[in-house]
């Protein structure tokens, strides 16, 4: 099931990390938002419920995954997870590190901007592809 | 485990619609966002992956619930789902019903207002309150 007409069926939608049969990861190359990634269903689905309750299960396995790799890399002041759709209307989680002086703290992402944004290293795109497939291969027989 | 300087620890947060010892459902009191609603954790506990698995599904199938109610009674354009806690670091989902001609539609609720509130009739709290209960007795098992 694909829709011609979505960008997340027609494009990967950021630098992918990790992918199966059902879902990618991937990091969004975000110059403010270092770590922040999605977690996208690879059908043209739209809600949650939607879904059966194992294709939840697994998708939600995977959002921890990414977000216990985050917190471990990036000691964030919070996680921010969210799947929202309004305008891509294609399930996708957003799992955000969020920091104290970060654009828009403590608004959301998407809220008005309180300062500028400071640059923060980030990590090379090996070293979360080798993360998060270790996280989901230590996670895989839950 | 609670925190007295918490908001989410010493009151309510809205109107009551269920609750079990591990967590509540409440309605907030928005005049612009009808039927939204949010699952809190009455530990306060700040990350999904501070849960332990059987926890984790548990909070989840009560955020899915409300989110089948809210669709079945509201009929919205999309579903948001969101868990942020930057201001209020104590476990908590936004499950809000969104239309396409509500005031920040396709913006998230907590970006720029595009338009005015449209009044948009609410279910009484009784019927919300009816459909989770049996919405959650269905599921119990599961």
């Given at each position: 099931m694909s829709d011609i007409s979505c960008e997340l069926c027609k494009t990967?939608?950021?630098?992918?990390l990790w992918e199966d049969d059902f879902l990618r990861i991937i990091r969004v190359e975000s110059q403010e938002y270092v770590g922040f990634c999605r977690v996208i269903l690879?059908?043209?689905?739209?809600?949650?419920?939607?879904?059966n309750l194992a294709e939840r299960a697994r998708l939600m396995k995977v959002v921890y995954a990414v977000e216990t790799v985050l917190r471990e890399l990036y000691q964030p002041t919070k996680i921010n997870l969210a799947s929202l759709g309004n305008i891509v209307p294609h399930l996708h989680w957003h799992i955000i590190p969020r920091f104290q002086d970060d654009p828009h703290f403590p608004n959301p992402i998407w809220g008005e901007v309180l300062r500028p944004a400071k640059p923060r290293p980030a990590m090379p795109d090996a070293e979360l592809k080798q993360r998060i497939a270790l996280q989901l291969a230590s996670t895989s027989s839950l």
């Amino acid at each position: 099931m694909s829709d011609i007409s979505c960008e997340l069926c027609k494009t990967l939608g950021g630098v992918l990390l990790w992918e199966d049969d059902f879902l990618r990861i991937i990091r969004v190359e975000s110059q403010e938002y270092v770590g922040f990634c999605r977690v996208i269903l690879k059908q043209h689905v739209v809600e949650m419920t939607d879904l059966n309750l194992a294709e939840r299960a697994r998708l939600m396995k995977v959002v921890y995954a990414v977000e216990t790799v985050l917190r471990e890399l990036y000691q964030p002041t919070k996680i921010n997870l969210a799947s929202l759709g309004n305008i891509v209307p294609h399930l996708h989680w957003h799992i955000i590190p969020r920091f104290q002086d970060d654009p828009h703290f403590p608004n959301p992402i998407w809220g008005e901007v309180l300062r500028p944004a400071k640059p923060r290293p980030a990590m090379p795109d090996a070293e979360l592809k080798q993360r998060i497939a270790l996280q989901l291969a230590s996670t895989s027989s839950l």
